[in-house]
């Protein structure tokens, strides 16, 4: 029985040895795969840390894009402020020309009533008495007439003007 005992020891030693190198190659092939798993995951890795990067990079362009909307916003403040400061000052001319516009009606009106009372001594009628217009007593009737030699206006009193408002505001 010896013998049989021999060879099943001498295959029970080539089974383990068998073994051993089976065991081997499978962790060689799982090494060898967790070396190219290793390697795609450090390119993954490098793709992620360009994102990032670039990511960073719009964050920094947003940052400035932010600034300027800012120096923007001051800046249309301002205009603002101008365009109020405009707005009153518009008022104040609007009130100043309403001013003007009453003053220039009651001057029209004044000079539409020595114009009826000059037609009503021209065509000769008696004229109404003129106590509102009195302050004018003292004017004049200028015509301006250039003066060739000077290139200056002169102004000449015409007589039969001033008589006649003279007369007329008596």
Do not use: C, W
């Not at 993954?44 to 940052?63: F, G, Y």
Request: hydrophobic letters at 35%.
């Amino acid at each position: 029985m010896l013998v049989g005992k021999t060879d099943i020891e001498d295959a029970l030693k080539r089974l383990d040895k068998l073994t051993n190198e089976e065991v081997r190659m499978v962790t060689a092939q799982v090494l060898k795969g967790t070396q190219n798993v290793n390697d795609r995951v450090g390119v993954v890795e490098n793709r992620v840390l360009d994102v990032d990067n670039r990511v960073a990079s719009v964050d920094d362009r947003v940052a400035g894009v932010d600034d300027r909307v800012a120096h923007v916003d001051e800046t249309l403040a301002g205009v603002d402020d101008r365009v109020a400061h405009v707005d009153e000052t518009l008022a104040g001319v609007d009130d100043r020309v309403a001013h003007v516009d009453e003053t220039l009606a009651g001057v029209d009106d004044n000079v539409k009533a020595v114009d009826d009372k000059v037609t009503m001594v021209i065509d000769g009628a008696q004229p109404p008495s003129i106590s509102h217009q009195e302050n004018i007593s003292n004017s004049y009737a200028f015509r301006g007439k250039r003066d060739k030699g000077t290139h200056t206006t002169s102004v000449r009193q015409h007589g039969s003007s001033r008589t006649l408002v003279t007369i007329f505001l008596r």
